[in-house]
């Protein structure tokens, strides 16, 4: 069955940086895409980046040139390299699977700024 697992949260200063990770396995899809989403603190889910197979890429505004997703496809990992970090930027981030109805999402890895 497909599992994934985040990791790479945690505490960081305002300005500073942190790089999540998402490993994944169980699938042997050849058309994907992987993303990253966080929920803040009474607010809904949102989008932050997201990555194809064919490395097709799209981010939130929110974190263009701040953020960047990039993937090892042959560690079917994907990360998500954070930098110039902000408070508002502190959240629950998950990590998603999905391919076409199919979708799969990670238990989530905890990001505070401060």
């Known amino acids: 069955h497909v599992q994934l697992v985040e990791s790479g949260g945690g505490s960081a200063q305002a300005g500073g940086s942190l790089r999540l990770s998402c490993a994944a396995s169980?699938?042997?899809?050849?058309?994907?895409?992987m993303g990253w989403f966080r929920q803040r603190p009474g607010k809904g889910r949102e989008g932050v980046a997201a990555?194809?197979?064919?490395?097709?890429?799209n981010y939130a505004d929110s974190v263009k040139g701040r953020f960047t997703i990039s993937q090892d496809n042959a560690k079917k990992t994907v990360y998500l390299q954070m930098d110039s970090l902000k408070p508002e930027d502190t959240a629950m981030y998950y990590c998603?699977?999905?391919?076409?109805?199919?979708?799969?999402w990670g238990q989530g890895t905890q990001v505070t700024v401060s």
């Open positions: 998603k699977l999905s391919c076409m109805v199919l979708s799969y």
């Open positions: 169980g699938y042997r899809w050849n058309s994907y895409c």
């Open positions: 990555i194809d197979a064919d490395g097709a890429i």
